[in-house]
């Protein structure tokens, strides 16, 4: 169970590495991205940061690693901001949930277009 400060943090930590990102990072490999989630582990050491790209899968492939690559930027820009004792070290990831949910969606409209057929 998460307790209310830590999703505060978490919460506090995703728009703050959203900013950073938009404003400060200037690699262009990091394109479009979006920060959809952030989960710190419960002693603050660490935060996987989850993130979605626009654009085909090699653009998502190109745009984490450059994340990764700019991860101690985005951690020493963070501690500027946030007056906690430790910055967690950040490890950035594909959110699969939206791609999970459109393949979902996917095989919901075949098996729709299949009845259909089946019904004519």
């Known amino acids: 169970m998460v307790s209310v400060k830590q999703k505060r943090l978490e919460g506090i930590i995703r728009k703050n590495i959203s900013e950073i990102i938009q404003f400060g990072v200037k690699d262009p490999d990091v394109g479009f991205v979006t920060i959809t989630d952030v989960q710190v582990s419960n002693d603050h050491s660490y935060a ?32 500027k901001r946030m007056t906690i004792r430790r910055v967690p070290e950040l490890s950035f990831v594909i959110d699969e949930t939206e791609m999970n949910g459109r393949h979902i ?15 004519e």
């Open 105 to 119: 969606d996917e095989i919901i409209a075949r098996i729709h277009r299949e009845e259909k057929k089946e019904t």
């Open 48 to 79: 996987k940061v989850f993130v979605t790209f626009l654009g085909q899968n090699p653009r998502m492939q190109a745009g984490l690693r450059a994340l990764n690559r700019a991860a101690g930027f985005i951690r020493s820009e963070l501690s």
